[in-house]
């Protein structure tokens, strides 16, 4: 058997666990850590460490969990191991009640070609949305769109996170947050996926 970490450790990687590891089993991606199950001794001192329960034996994986043996077996074989504690994400302490981060998992990969898309030459703003949160984005965000040619939407995170997503095919996506603004180029279709701790507003250039 073997430990796993599950979905509460997306978007707070909390590192108390690898102080009281004996072994060298954790791996350390974005944000997010996994368990190498090859190297995973099954102590259970990491269990208690973590301050939002997201360490489980792989026998007694909460319900909605089961994929995550495998996320950690995987991603265990290409993210650096990690020994030493860090500080916790910036937001961690908001992110650590909130259900349902899977689409928020950052793998690492691709990163290279999923840089975000910058306008080529000057714009100016000429329209800002109201700003929005989790029980106010209006039905059209949430769904495929695009702006129409000659305009670029920014998306303004002001608090928590936002997920961006192209719908054209290619599956790229970006976790949005007050550090991190995204352009909008024109006539490319795409959505936003939010939590509860999100707000933001869409201004627009041309």
């Given at each position: 058997m073997t430990h796993v970490v599950t979905e509460s450790c997306i978007l707070?990687?909390?590192?108390?666990c690898v102080t009281v590891c004996p072994?060298?089993?954790?791996?350390?991606?974005?944000?997010?850590?996994?368990?190498?199950?090859l190297e995973c001794i099954d102590c259970t001192l990491c269990v208690a460490e973590c301050p939002v329960d997201a360490?489980?034996?792989?026998?007694?994986?909460?319900?909605?969990?089961?994929?995550?043996p495998e996320l950690n077996t995987q991603l265990a074989k290409t993210w650096p191991v990690i020994i030493q504690k860090k500080p916790a994400l910036a937001d961690a302490e908001a992110w650590g009640k909130v259900r349902d981060k899977r689409i928020y998992l950052d793998t690492g990969e691709h990163s290279a070609e999923t840089s975000l898309p910058e306008p080529t030459a000057p714009l100016e703003e000429y329209k800002r949305t109201p700003k929005f949160d989790r029980e106010h984005i209006p039905a059209g965000l949430l769904h495929d769109h695009h702006t129409k040619a000659g305009v670029w939407g920014r998306i303004v995170v002001l608090e928590g996170r936002l997920r961006y997503c192209l719908d054209d095919g290619s599956g790229r996506n970006w976790s949005l947050s007050p550090e991190r603004p995204a352009w909008i180029p024109p006539d490319v279709p795409h959505h936003v996926e939010a939590t509860d701790m999100v707000r933001f507003y869409v201004s627009f250039w041309r």
């Amino acid at each position: 058997m073997t430990h796993v970490v599950t979905e509460s450790c997306i978007l707070c990687k909390y590192t108390d666990c690898v102080t009281v590891c004996p072994v060298d089993c954790f791996h350390e991606g974005p944000n997010f850590l996994v368990i190498d199950p090859l190297e995973c001794i099954d102590c259970t001192l990491c269990v208690a460490e973590c301050p939002v329960d997201a360490i489980y034996q792989d026998a007694d994986l909460p319900n909605g969990m089961e994929e995550y043996p495998e996320l950690n077996t995987q991603l265990a074989k290409t993210w650096p191991v990690i020994i030493q504690k860090k500080p916790a994400l910036a937001d961690a302490e908001a992110w650590g009640k909130v259900r349902d981060k899977r689409i928020y998992l950052d793998t690492g990969e691709h990163s290279a070609e999923t840089s975000l898309p910058e306008p080529t030459a000057p714009l100016e703003e000429y329209k800002r949305t109201p700003k929005f949160d989790r029980e106010h984005i209006p039905a059209g965000l949430l769904h495929d769109h695009h702006t129409k040619a000659g305009v670029w939407g920014r998306i303004v995170v002001l608090e928590g996170r936002l997920r961006y997503c192209l719908d054209d095919g290619s599956g790229r996506n970006w976790s949005l947050s007050p550090e991190r603004p995204a352009w909008i180029p024109p006539d490319v279709p795409h959505h936003v996926e939010a939590t509860d701790m999100v707000r933001f507003y869409v201004s627009f250039w041309r």
